[in-house]
């Protein structure tokens, strides 16, 4: 009979899966990185450029939502190159409406960005 991890294993543990994905993201896919480095330069902006906490927490969101689309379009990607190498017309969709998240995510940051500025 195996033990379950439960308690501050648990969580110790699922700490370190999470460093692992973050890890392989940057190291294998170049988007995430880039889209780290947007979040390096627009996070400082967010604090000059908001008015008051709400619009900072909106600014900052909207960007970190990109990076959490991004992880998971990167992990569809990971596990439809791992089930086929193949053309697969499934495959292609999966990969498809991973990337129109990203590209969702992305204009809703640009909506955001622009709403909150003219304002």
Do not use: H
């Not at 889209?35 to 330069?41: A, D, F, M, P, R």
């Amino acid at each position: 009979m195996t033990q379950k991890n439960t308690g501050w294993l648990r969580i110790i543990k699922a700490f370190g899966y999470s460093l692992a994905g973050l890890k392989a993201a940057w190291l294998n896919e170049a988007a995430f990185r880039q889209e780290v480095l947007l979040c390096i330069i627009l996070i400082p902006f967010a604090f000059l450029l908001g008015n008051n906490g709400l619009e900072r927490a909106l600014l900052i969101s909207c960007i970190i939502l990109v990076l959490i689309t991004e992880l998971l379009n990167s992990a569809i990607e990971a596990l439809a190159d791992r089930i086929s190498s193949e053309q697969d017309i499934l495959i292609k969709r999966a990969k498809d409406i991973g990337s129109a998240a990203v590209f969702i995510a992305l204009c809703y940051t640009i909506l955001v960005w622009g709403l909150v500025l003219l304002s």
